[in-house]
């Protein structure tokens, strides 16, 4: 079945960037996701990049897809002490029809100010 | 942008008691939207799939009987805990997706059950 892996945890000094990694085994992704999940709150979805695209930029948030290594990264610039949360990566098969997500088991972002 | 919106955001009860919570997706209509189940620093785990008059959708080992799913609406899916005990709290948190084309999925702040 379809997997999705990411660390656990990232330290980051303030005004440093981020990059948090993730990799995925199904092949059949068609969207990827990165959520965000502060303390006893919900998911905000954060950026996702259809399979075929390499990068997307947002702001502070660059997301880079490497399809044959099935790998994803979500850099985040100048990380500042607001952005301290989990960070889940997810995808679904669209081609699927059921939308379903798969998760990660989320990687702990902490800035140190 | 889209918004969902989950209440209560916190109940706590008594062993024994049915717990209703609902998930709306407030500017945008969702043939379908998602129970989860998160545990202490655990990821989200699927329950079940709620679409829009018909039967939601179990994930295996979850139970009907126990976790009741209500999508009467293109706007409002409903769980309810029913006959609730201790290893039943937990936080729930829903999604939904606007049924217009290709949308990704949007969730709730999530609901803490707590069982006494």
């Known amino acids: 079945g379809e997997d999705v892996e990411q660390s656990l945890f990232l330290s980051v000094r303030e005004g440093d960037s981020s990059v948090i990694n993730c990799t995925y085994t199904?092949?059949?992704?068609?969207?990827l996701y990165w959520y965000k999940q502060e303390p006893g709150a919900g998911l905000q979805l954060l950026t996702y990049i259809f399979s075929n695209m390499d990068m997307k930029q947002d702001q502070r948030l660059t997301v880079l897809l490497n399809k044959k290594d099935k790998h994803l990264s979500l850099r985040i610039a100048d990380t500042q002490t607001g952005d301290s949360a989990i960070y889940f990566c997810a995808e679904t098969d669209s081609g699927a029809g059921s939308y379903q997500l798969t998760f990660g088991k989320g990687t702990k972002l902490s800035v140190i100010p | 942008g889209a918004v969902v919106s989950q209440h209560p955001s916190r109940v706590i009860c008594k062993s024994g008691t049915s717990v209703k919570i609902e998930c709306r997706s407030l500017d945008f209509q969702a043939t379908t939207m998602f129970w989860y189940r998160q545990f202490p620093k655990k990821s989200l785990m699927l329950m079940a799939t709620s679409n829009e008059g018909s039967k939601a959708t179990y994930e295996q080992g979850v139970e009907k009987d126990k976790f009741l799913i209500n999508h009467a609406s293109l706007t409002l899916s409903t769980l309810t805990v029913t006959s609730a005990h201790p290893e039943d709290s937990s936080f729930y948190i829903c999604?939904?997706?606007?049924?217009?084309?290709?949308?990704?999925?949007?969730f709730g702040d999530g609901t803490r059950l707590s069982i006494l």
């Open positions: 199904d092949s059949s992704s068609t969207y």
């Open positions: 999604s939904a997706r606007d049924r217009q084309g290709w949308q990704p999925q949007h």
